[in-house]
């Protein structure tokens, strides 16, 4: 350890920390000993952000570590801080250590200086403070796998000798932990969150599926939530908990009902069978009659578990009549149920809907019930507050959405220009035909912007037949530099009249990921071949939004390359969802992952694979 008056020893100005120069670092170090308690949280604030920071470490960092052990063991307050600043600044992965680069990773001198001053901070493992002595075993444990045989031996005896005889059960819990990091678990006691350490240890150690008995002491001993001192990695045993049992979905599901049951501590219950929902496929009705059950011990507001019921919804062929129930039971007062009846289907949801609601609430309601009744509704939003996605959601109305001509008429003439190239798409759609209409139409396909121009011409052509106008405009995109960036669903509209444009797109299959897939979704489209089109589609299909635009586009041209097959095996049978879903997401239209999937199998089956 090195003292506060050695700090000048050490030229901090020719050192870094996350924010540069490293020549504050002596005064926030003296910081640690201020009397003043204002002046002792602000040093320790600031150090947890300089010389480390969001996980890294620095130049400077190494050379902190031998005045931050003396400040551990004699500052004037906020000393399992410090020890926990240590911990975390060691933090490495055990496949870093002997690697080419270790040794010029700051992270290898934080843990050199660490080791060295260690035998200086195990005093702090029987601190009359319990607190003080887990962030002690946190610094053991940072280090563990780099301690030299003798020191090795000395920490492991002092923390079995925690471990057998500390009064704190959390202290006990701890060593057991530490111990296990070097590979040498303990038998557990009839103490409870010893139990519970000694199962997560067996967990890591075998994997999954866990055994009956650990499942058990999971779901007994972790209903409350455990100690939350965070780890060197800044995890808590919670979270390493959670981790553990999201590998193992029967084992998470049976804990998350159990914790449910027991009353929902800390929402853990509700928490855990979220994040088996994200991890695994195959488990949203499980997990919605879980949420279903957690919902009453929600104490805090029920909104956020009620987005997540609505995000996972629609995945349910037919949701039952109490989930629906409970639903409709909220969603006069929350957004999330109503979003929720809406996904479910339910035709009471039409009765709740309103011009305020928001937008993309209506837009969701046109997907997925389409009904005249909810025309009047987004006429009066788009009057007020022009939203694209409810501009975008009208042609699936039918017939009855023509009553919105006026409106989106408006946001062609007014409208940002996202605003404008929606509602030409629409007009174009709707297929209503008028002099005013072609007369704005026709003013659009002269703007300036290039999409809007794209989206004027199709809709004229759509209306009219007149392909010569689009034409002219597809052209001029596709010929222009650097690189268009144009919409894959635009250009086949023309149908036979744009072949002569195919010349122009087969150059465009070599571009860029984007633009590349629209090319050869449209060359195939316009061409009826294939030919060109398929190894390009086939090369870009992948867990991916374009990939699954891709695998759409394949899809339609009847030909699947044998080379593909195992890539559509692995998307089609992947026990983990492959494109990420976010319960808390704004956007509609369904479930990626679930569209991948299905059309995985559906082109195997097709194929006869």
């Known amino acids: 350890m090195r003292s506060p ?4 020893q050490v030229d901090w100005a020719e050192l870094s920390h996350a924010y540069g120069s490293a020549e504050d670092v002596p005064e926030l170090i003296r910081g640690l000993y201020a009397s003043e308690p204002a002046a002792l949280d602000e040093a320790v604030y600031e150090l947890f952000g300089t010389v480390y920071h969001q996980g890294d470490v620095y130049a400077a960092s190494g050379p902190a570590v031998p005045f931050l052990a003396h400040a551990a063991r004699h500052g004037a307050g906020r000393r399992v801080d410090v020890l926990l600043l240590l911990a975390m600044m060691a933090d490495h992965e055990p496949g870093q250590v002997g690697s080419a680069r270790w040794g010029r990773n700051p992270v290898s001198g934080v843990c050199a ?3 060295r001053v260690l035998p200086d901070l195990l005093p702090c493992l029987t601190d ?4 003080l002595r887990q962030a002690a075993l946190r610094v053991v444990a940072a280090v563990a796998d780099l301690l030299p045989p003798d020191l090795a031996a000395d920490v492991t005896a002092r923390i079995g000798e925690l471990f057998e005889n500390d009064p704190v059960p959390e202290v006990r819990a701890d060593a057991l932990l530490t111990l296990g990091a070097p590979g040498r678990p303990k038998s557990a006691s009839d103490v409870p969150e010893v139990r519970l350490a000694a199962a997560v240890l067996a967990a890591e150690l075998d994997g999954p599926p866990y055994p009956p008995e650990l499942v058990e002491t999971f779901a007994v001993e972790g209903a409350r939530p455990p100690w939350d001192m965070p780890w060197a990695n800044g995890r808590t045993l919670d979270n390493r908990l959670t981790r553990l049992l999201a590998r193992d979905p029967d084992a998470a599901l049976a804990v998350a009902a ?3 049951a027991a009353g929902d501590q800390g929402t853990r219950g509700t928490w855990l069978a979220e994040r088996t929902v994200e991890t695994w496929r195959d488990r949203e009705l499980e997990v919605l009659d879980l949420l279903l059950a957690a919902l009453p ?3 805090d507001g029920i909104s956020a578990h009620l987005r ?3 995000h996972w919804i629609e995945r349910l062929p037919a949701p039952n009549a109490t989930l629906r129930d409970t639903l409709f039971a909220h969603a006069a007062t929350d957004p999330s149920a109503l979003l929720g009846l809406v996904r479910a289907r339910d035709p009471r949801a039409l009765d709740l809907l309103s011009p305020h609601s928001d937008p993309q609430l209506l837009a969701e309601a046109a997907r997925l019930m389409p009904s005249g009744r909810l ?11 022009p939203d694209l996605h409810l501009i975008a959601a009208l042609p699936a109305l039918g ?4 009553a919105a001509v006026p409106e989106l008429l408006d946001c062609l003439r007014k409208g940002t220009s996202y605003l404008a190239v929606a509602a030409a798409r629409a007009l174009g759609q709707l297929g209503t035909v008028g002099p005013e209409l072609l007369d704005h139409l026709a003013t659009a396909a002269r703007s300036e912007d290039s999409s809007l121009r794209i989206a004027a011409t199709v809709a004229r052509h759509r209306l009219t037949g007149d392909a010569a106008p689009a034409l002219a405009a597809f052209r001029e995109l596709l010929t222009s530099s650097p690189q268009p960036r144009w919409c894959a669903d635009e250009l086949p509209s023309l149908g036979l009249a744009a072949a002569p444009l195919l010349p122009l797109l087969e150059p465009l299959l070599t571009a860029r990921d984007y633009i590349r897939f629209a090319a050869a979704d449209a060359h195939h489209r316009l061409s009826g071949s294939p030919t060109l089109a398929t190894p390009v589609l086939a090369d870009l299909v992948a867990p991916t939004d374009l990939g699954l635009s891709a695998l759409r586009s394949l899809a339609t041209t009847g030909h699947l390359p044998d080379s593909l097959r195992p890539t559509l095996r692995a998307l089609a049978f992947s026990p983990h969802p492959l494109i990420p879903d976010d319960p808390l997401a704004s956007t509609g239209g369904g479930h990626a992952d679930h569209q991948l999937r299905t059309l995985a199998l559906d082109l195997l089956a097709g194929q006869g694979s």
């Open 5 to 8: 008056d050695e700090l000048d």
């Open 375 to 385: 025309v009047p509704l987004i006429r009066r939003r788009l009057a007020t507050a």
């Open 128 to 131: 009359a403070d319990p607190e």
């Open 297 to 299: 011990h929600q104490r």
């Open 113 to 115: 200086e660490l080791c």
């Open 399 to 402: 017939e009855s959405a023509r």
């Open 258 to 260: 159990r914790w449910i």
């Open 308 to 310: 997540t019921i609505a």
